[in-house]
């Protein structure tokens, strides 16, 4: 009898030990690839929709252990994006979390790029010996730290600032210090931030195919917008742009040399003496009714890419590209990618028309929530 326990408990404890390390070999793999560039669209979709994050963390898969982090960095080669937070925090800690934590090419940055790890400063144990370590406050609004493994800082520590754009910046900041080259996607992401931040103006060119006009102007740096319809009979292509980065006569030079503003159409006097400097006052008028035309981003809207939401300056760029006979992959982030493939391979699933949405979060949820009801 005693020979027939210890034989059963020795079969019990080889299998329960074998279980325990098959368990832990899928855990690990499962989270590495949940870190990764390369996730599986049903996962994407699973966690973003589904995920049981607190409200405060947004839709990033933490790590929740900084030593953990360290490891997986060292593996990985990354840095580390830490995220000291409040959980359950005030509406500040809440509202980043809405705001900046859930905006998902700001996701896809931190996911695919760093190794993420978020310590609550307002609990207990490991949270607690990690808050003290870098001598962070306990109860705080959010603060950021990108660093190595060896805690050394790549970025000045972000606090007080809970913009979407002060985050993305700090991320550029940091893939500089290290070496790293910034996607496009987050560069272009930067540089719509940092225009809808500021005071965005307007311009309308005229030419003699509006689909070609909004490639190009698509293309010219500061751009940040094109529409293109009809004004007074003329195929016209409306744009929003940065001051900052292209002054309107700028502008107007670009366009000339792209031959797409053969007439402008100017909102006040003093659009219209910079163009009459610049065009001899030959071929301007006062801006009138726009009519959309129902075809634009002509060139992305007759490929699979019309079903995959993007930012407004982000879908120009990406329809120049196409229209110059490039590749436009470079300038997706790599849910945008993964999504784009599971399009080709099921463009029978009622897939919304992306182009031009105006929120391009509430398109991005759609376009999930179809791949969500696809593995269902």
Known sequence: ?????????????????????????????SNEIDMGSTTPINQIANFYLNGTNPVELGKVNWLRNFDEAVKRAKKLNKTILVLFQEVPGCSTSSGYGREVL??????????????????YNNHGGDD????RSFGEPSWNNPVVRIITPERNELAPRLSGDYSQLKLVNRILRALKESNETAPPYLELLAQELRAKSSNIEEATFAMHCFWEGEAKLGNIEGVISTKPGFMNGHEVVEILYDPEVTSYAELISKANAEKVANHVFVKDNKQKDVVE?????????????????DDPKHYLAHTFLKYVPMTQLQSARVNAAIAQGKSPEQLLSPSQLQLLEFIKKHPDLNWPNAVDSSDYVTAWNSSMTIVSNYYK
């Open 277 to 293: 400097k610049i065009t001899a006052g030959s071929s301007i008028s006062e801006k009138s009714t726009f009519r959309a035309d």
């Open 128 to 131: 607690y010996k990690t808050l």
């Open 1 to 29: 009898m005693k020979i027939f326990f210890t034989i059963t408990f020795i079969i019990l404890f080889t299998f329960s030990t074998i279980r325990l390390a098959v368990n832990a070999r899928d855990n690990s793999i």
């Open 102 to 119: 859930s905006h998902p090419l700001i996701v896809d940055a931190i996911q695919s790029l760093f190794v993420p790890v978020a310590i």
